[in-house]
């Protein structure tokens, strides 16, 4: 059974920077392609980054330059690290694994002065 656990979330001023980790067990996310999504209230969920098992990523063009995704398959966990905060980054953030498909529970990351 695939878990995923989130944190790292959390109230940061514009700007700042935060870094999300999500922690795997029952999967091997090294031979895994994972992902980070978001939720922003009265939207929908939207991709922000993923790697994939050879290790090259891509990101969402709204986030692109700012955030790196990156993982440590020792500790099989992946992280999000963002940079350069803005308010619009505003949301939940989900950890997926895509085989099989999987979810966190999400952490909350809220921008703002």
């Known amino acids: 059974q695939v878990r995923l656990v989130e944190s790292g979330g959390g109230l940061v001023q514009p700007g700042g920077s935060l870094r999300l980790s999500c922690a795997a067990s029952g999967i091997i996310i090294g031979a895994n392609a994972m992902a980070w999504y978001r939720q922003a209230p009265g939207k929908q969920r939207e991709f922000v980054a993923t790697?994939?098992?050879?290790?090259?990523?891509n990101y969402a063009d709204s986030v692109k330059g700012r955030f790196t995704i990156s993982r440590d398959n020792a500790k099989n966990t992946v992280y999000l690290q963002m940079d350069s905060l803005k308010p619009e980054d505003t949301a939940a953030y989900y950890c997926q694994s895509y085989r099989p498909l999987a979810w966190g529970q999400g952490t909350q990351v809220t921008v703002s002065s």
């Open positions: 790697i994939y098992s050879i290790g090259t990523s």
